[in-house]
């Protein structure tokens, strides 16, 4: 997606060897606008596919899936990574190993919010090993319900996320695609939408 293409150009930050720093307007300050563009790219490419609930995990996959959940007039569920007090009913669980924190984490959704006759759109804001997602599929396929398909916002295509995810049957639509990192600037690959 060209607008994004452009914003992560003009606002992002190269960190190191391998991350970027987009809080000025996806993952810390988000800009509605911009957040609406992309929601109209995910929603419509998934919108023939009877999509009855979006899911992502906290933080930052909130804003980003909220959007598509709107255009699609669904529900948005996202999964907690800390047990609150106040999920006393059934819950699912799956474990997620961060390699960015090299952390693993339970995370969990009230079982009451997905049931077998679902069609999940997964939707997050970076993709980079794949571990968030698969955490997610896992999760939904617990509850007997059909993954169709995860939006990413941005992807760092030389990780393994993508790959583990298609291997797992799962189709990816990448709004931008990060080939590699180049003196601290951003390589782009071709983007999925
Ligand atoms: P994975 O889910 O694809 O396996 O990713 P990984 O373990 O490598 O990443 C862990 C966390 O770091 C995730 O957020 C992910 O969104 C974020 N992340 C990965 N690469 C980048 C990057 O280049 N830039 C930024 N800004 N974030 C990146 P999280 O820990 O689940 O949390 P939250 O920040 O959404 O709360």
């Known amino acids: 997606m060209k607008l994004l293409e452009e914003r992560i150009l003009k606002d992002g930050n190269v960190l190191g060897e391998n991350i970027l720093k987009v809080d000025s307007f996806l993952t810390h300050q988000v800009d509605y606008k ?92 970076f993709l980079a090993n794949g571990q968030a997602a698969k955490g997610l599929i896992d999760i939904i396929k617990q509850a007997g319900a059909q993954v169709v398909g995860v939006g990413i916002i941005i992807e760092k295509s030389f990780q393994d996320g993508r790959q583990l995810l298609i291997d797992s049957g799962v189709e990816v639509t990448s709004l931008a695609r990060i080939e590699k990192f180049e003196n601290g600037q951003v390589v782009f690959t071709q983007a999925d939408a």
């Open 34 to 125: 911009l957040m609406k563009e992309m929601a109209k790219v995910l929603a419509d490419k998934y919108r023939s596919q009877g999509i009855t609930k979006v899911v992502t995990i906290e933080a930052s996959g909130i804003a980003p899936a909220a959007y598509v959940a709107e255009c699609l007039d669904v529900p948005m569920i996202f999964a907690k990574k800390h047990k609150n007090i106040t999920m006393t009913e059934g819950i699912l669980t799956a474990e997620v190993y961060s390699f960015t924190k090299q952390v693993t984490s339970t995370v969990s959704i009230a079982s009451k919010f997905l049931s077998a006759e679902d069609k999940v759109l997964i939707v997050d804001d």
